[in-house]
Every structure is written in structure tokens, then in C-alpha cells.
């Protein structure tokens, strides 16, 4: 059962913190935003090594941007950023293909606030950029930035906003230090404080801050429940999943859409019903890691087994070999050397890696915008749909971390 830990946060679960790796992206720029973080817009139909550097820790992505923290503390962010440039000057939206280090407000922090995360245990974790970031420092300090649209970031005064605007450099969220991890699931976040208690912030439209209600809008941390054994949160589309130290898996949000069939199921509850308050998934105790994304979600128990459920349109993204949609948690095959997963039904895209360094891919292997590219699950074919995984060989890394694939790129990070 991972535990809790501080970590750079952004939707749907993503990344890592072991030991220095180097980094790598795989897939297509589909929107021009520098994604890929390479010289190139080409496709990459296997992954490439962004630079030479061998001193990446994490890395996560969504909405067409993605950051990543280095072994020295710095957090870098490159593809799309909404509100500032990372220069700390305003820019309603900034495209950059090399990855540009991020300034904070203030623009120094003490040596133990630096985004190291020593704690970790090695599980994939956090969210980047695109319409918000968030990251917790090494001595619980939270921290946001970007897209403030919805007034969903708590970040001035004790703990609340009081403007919806963009921040144009990270600022601490309130004076607190006993954040551990958080999450954004639309335009909510959610966050574990060390004590184990849960809270969300943001706004909600479809209950997936779990608050009791669909429609909530709190630019202040609230509470969910009084419960204070919280291990794990992962955001998804309006969505909001969590595993207790118990190992018991929870969800709450958005579980149908009249227009958006493929989030039908993506609670795991046997049914389509929206949910408003956190309701608990079977009556396993044996849940390790989940993430969600575009309706699809995916999660691995102790034994090792990699479970999915949600959307599974013609692209198979479940990795079940069929098309069919579930609304229960399912088996992928029958192995138990899975480590962890990232998947993203709404793009149709999903990786998973395994214990022993080896790194699978399945679903939709194209994404369009206008043009279409093909290759982007990074396994050097072209073959449009795999419903079922297939491992990526080339390069031969043992790949140790990764992040979800976001608009048809992927990141990925190996052992030096």
C-alpha cells in the first residue's frame, strides 16, 4: 500500500520519484505546443531521450503542457502553460519546446523547500501544467499556478483566492505545511494533509469533490468527511478516486454523460450512477494504485494484477482485447508482475509498466487534429488499434516511471 507523499500535482495521477533517470517522450505535438519537448514535431513512434541528462525525478503532463522536477530541486515546465511564461511575466498562452525552469512567488525558497521529494516510495504521482499546476514541497508547503478561470485555486490569504484570474508565478497556497499529495480531477483539486484527512477545493460540476452535492465552488480547502486514513487520490474526468490505509478503493463524480458515453462506468460501481460523496468500490481490501483519465480508469492490487474499467470504444484502450465498456473493475490478462498504469480513454492511449523494468502499450495508436498521426503509442508501428498490450522494445531501457498520454504524447523515464 503506498503511502502518502509530497509530490508535483496536476489530473489524473502521473510519474515518479526514485532515483535520478533519464527522460524520454514518445507520440505526437497533434497541437504545436512543444509537448514533446524536442527539436522536432515529427512523430515519435519509439521514445526519445529529451537531452542527455541523467537527473530527471518526476514528470507529468496534461491539456498540452508537462513538467518535471530534476535531483537538484528545480521544477521545469515546457508545451502549453496558460496565464504566465514561467519567467514570471504574463502570457495568456505560452508554447515552449525546451523545457524552461519555473519562478515562484516569492522568487527563492529556503534549501528544505525545494521540490524533492525523499519520501517517496516510488509509485507515480502528480499532475502538471496546461490549465493548472500544483506541487507540494519537501516540507509540505502547497503550491499552484497557471489558469484560474473557475476560481479553483486557493492560493492567497489563509487559504482562498479571491480573484479568478491567472497567477503569473507558483504561490504558496495558504500558510500550512502539512500537505502530503493532491490531485485536479476538471477543474477540482483534492489533497491528503499527513494526518490522513482528505480535502477538495475548486469547482465541481458533476460531485467530484465529494462534497455531498454536484455543483460546489469553494476557493477554500474543505474537508471530505472526517475520516483520517487516507493513503492515495487520483483525478480523473469529473471524477475523484482514493485508497484508504485499509487498501479499499473509493470514487466519487461523474459516472454517465448523455453526449460523453465513453466516462459511462468509469466509477466502477456496476452502474452509471453520478456520485457526490465518495462511495467505496466492491469490498476488496486489496487495492495498491489507481488513475483515471478520459473515462477510463485502471488500478493494481497487491498481488500485482492490473484491473480496468470504464470507456472502451473501438480503440480497446482497456487492454482487454475487445471493445466492450465495464462498469466493474476487469482483469488485463492474467499476470502479476504489474507495477503501474496510465491510461486516458478519451484519447484512447494507454501504457502500463512492469516489475521488471518492461513498458506495454495498448489502444489507440493515432490522434487528430485537423491531421492525422499515427504511431503515437511508441511500440514503431503504425497498426491503428491494439486492444490488447504490447510491449515496446526499442529503445531497451528499464523503464522505471512514466505519465499518462495527454492529447497523443506520453512521458516516460528510465534507469541511467
Given amino acids: 500500500m503506498p503511502s502518502p507523499r509530497r509530490a508535483m500535482m496536476g489530473a489524473s495521477g502521473v510519474s515518479s520519484g526514485g532515483p535520478p533517470y533519464k527522460f524520454y517522450t514518445v507520440g505526437a505535438d497533434a497541437d504545436s505546443r512543444g509537448t514533446q519537448a524536442q527539436s522536432s514535431t515529427a512523430v515519435l513512434t519509439s521514445p526519445v531521450q529529451v537531452g542527455s541528462g541523467e537527473d530527471w525525478v518526476q514528470a507529468s503532463g496534461q491539456n498540452g503542457g508537462a513538467m518535471a522536477t530534476k535531483s537538484d530541486g528545480t521544477l521545469w515546465g515546457w508545451g502549453r502553460i496558460y496565464g504566465y511564461d514561467f519567467s514570471g511575466n504574463p502570457s495568456p498562452n505560452f508554447y515552449t519546446s525546451s523545457p524552461v525552469q519555473m519562478v515562484f512567488n516569492p522568487s527563492s525558497l529556503n534549501d528544505d523547500d525545494i521540490w524533492v521529494n525523499d519520501d517517496m516510495d516510488n509509485y507515480p504521482t502528480g499532475q502538471g501544467v496546461g490549465d493548472t499546476g500544483q506541487a507540494i514541497t519537501k516540507t509540505g508547503q502547497l503550491w499552484m499556478w497557471n489558469r484560474n478561470y473557475e476560481g479553483q485555486l486557493p492560493s492567497s490569504g489563509a487559504s482562498s483566492l479571491n480573484a479568478v484570474s491567472p497567477l503569473t508565478a507558483a504561490s504558496r497556497c495558504g500558510d500550512l ?12 483539486g483534492s489533497a491528503i494533509k499527513t494526518d490522513g484527512t482528505l480535502w477538495s477545493f475548486g469547482n465541481s460540476t458533476s460531485g467530484e469533490m465529494g462534497l455531498g452535492s454536484d455543483f460546489n465552488t469553494s476557493r477554500s480547502t474543505v474537508q471530505v468527511g472526517s475520516d483520517t486514513d487516507w493513503a492515495w487520490i487520483c483525478g480523473g474526468s469529473n471524477c475523484m478516486f482514493a485508497i484508504k490505509t485499509n487498501g479499499t478503493l473509493w470514487s466519487t463524480g461523474e459516472n454517465s454523460h448523455a453526449s460523453q458515453t465513453w466516462k459511462n462506468g468509469q466509477l466502477g460501481h456496476g452502474d452509471t450512477t453520478n456520485r457526490s460523496t465518495l462511495a467505496q468500490v466492491g469490498a476488496l481490501t486489496t487495492w495498491k494504485y489507481v488513475t483515471s483519465g478520459g473515462g477510463c480508469t485502471a488500478a493494481i492490487k497487491t498481488d500485482g494484477t492490473l484491473w480496468v474499467w470504464g470507456g472502451n470504444t473501438a480503440f480497446g484502450q482497456l ?43 495498448w489502444g489507440k495508436n493515432e490522434c487528430s487534429n485537423g491531421t492525422t498521426y499515427n504511431g503515437i503509442l ?4 503504425v497498426t491503428r488499434d491494439i486492444s490488447s498490450p504490447v510491449q515496446i522494445t526499442s529503445p531497451s531501457e528499464y523503464w522505471d516511471s512514466m505519465g499518462n498520454f495527454r492529447f497523443g504524447y506520453g512521458l516516460l523515464l528510465a534507469n541511467p
Fill in 378 to 381: 511508441g511500440n514503431g508501428s
Fill in 319 to 361: 487492454g482487454v482485447g475487445n471493445t466492450t465498456q465495464y462498469s466493474s473493475p476487469v482483469q488485463v490478462g492474467s499476470l502479476t508482475d504489474w507495477k503501474y498504469a496510465g491510461i486516458h480513454g478519451q484519447q484512447g492511449a494507454s501504457m502500463a509498466i512492469k516489475t521488471d523494468g518492461t513498458l506495454w502499450v
Fill in 177 to 188: 505545511s502539512d500537505w502530503h499529495m493532491g490531485v485536479w480531477g476538471g477543474y477540482a
